[in-house]
């Protein structure tokens, strides 16, 4: 896969340190720089890019003016929105942005776009390539279970009957609709096995199961509470560091 990319900031400095860190990314063909608002539409209509850098505070048009109008030109493009700010969080989610980033340019910060675009073009292959599958291998994939060692015997359970997991402690349990298992497993080792099949880790002591999510609010510094699709209907944290790839992960 191959991007063009549209840096729009009207701070020269700004837009050379972020052209540099891109240029070491393989993947970027060309690096397009626009000093403002107006200038990035004019951009984004010559180059076609696959993705575009907002910078949120420039003097003609804000970044968030510009993501609207570009919503209609191209709505193929992902944004990603820099400020130095964060409180602009929750209106560029609200804009579907594909990503944020904080001033001054962390590279790890802008790598992580890269990589979450190589994870999103792998899993569309890997798709691609499942619908070839002959059914009897497809049945195979499907009937996966995971193994929970209980008094007396084994107990099977498909993934996408599991909730949440949590740890307290050294206990780790499994938790689905009506009941909760204490497993052997460690947290890392259940997140390697369940990561395909829908478990994110939203916490240091907890994963959940992305299509279990009812709601998610916000709480205290940034951080969030999840309520899951359970029989309690439990309520899970987030920690503030795990928000932004939730959120990329669960919305359309």
Same mark, same amino acid.
């Given at each position: 896969m191959e991007w063009k990319?549209? @840096?729009?900031?009207? !701070?020269?400095p700004a837009r050379e340190e972020l052209a540099y860190l891109?240029?070491? @990314?393989? !993947?970027v063909v060309q690096v397009i720089q626009a000093a403002g608002g107006m200038d990035a539409i004019k951009k984004v209509k010559e180059h076609?890019?696959?993705?575009l850098f907002l910078d949120? !505070?420039?003097?003609?048009?804000?970044?968030?003016?510009? %993501?609207? @109008?570009?919503?209609e030109l191209s709505p193929q493009i992902k944004l990603i929105f820099s400020t130095a700010y964060?409180? +602009?969080a929750i209106e560029a989610f609200k804009l579907r942005a594909f990503? +944020? @980033?904080l001033k001054p340019y962390d590279d790890n910060d802008v790598f992580a776009v890269f990589r979450e675009l190589r994870r999103i073009n792998e899993s569309t292959a890997a798709a691609g390539a499942a619908a070839d599958v002959d059914g009897s291998k497809l049945q195979q994939t499907c009937s996966v279970k995971l193994a929970l060692e209980i008094e007396g015997g084994i107990k099977y359970i498909s993934p996408k009957d599991i909730i949440y997991i949590s740890k307290e402690g050294k206990h780790v349990q499994v938790h689905t609709?009506?009941? %909760? +298992?204490?497993?052997v497993y460690t947290l890392q080792d259940l997140e390697q096995k369940l990561e395909s099949y829908g478990l994110f880790r939203c916490h240091k002591s907890y994963l959940i199961q992305m299509d279990a999510i009812l709601e998610l609010k916000s709480w205290v510094n940034g951080a969030y509470n999840v309520t899951m699709d359970d029989k309690?209907?439990?309520v899970i944290p987030v920690s503030r560091n795990y928000v932004k790839d939730l959120r990329l992960k669960l919305e359309i």
């Open positions: 990319v549209v @840096i729009a900031d009207d !701070e020269a891109l240029e070491q @990314i393989p !993947e076609s890019p696959d993705l949120m !505070e420039m003097p003609d048009l804000s970044g968030l003016q510009v %993501a609207e @109008i570009i919503h964060d409180h +602009y990503h +944020y @980033i609709r009506e009941q %909760a +298992y204490e497993v309690q209907q439990s």
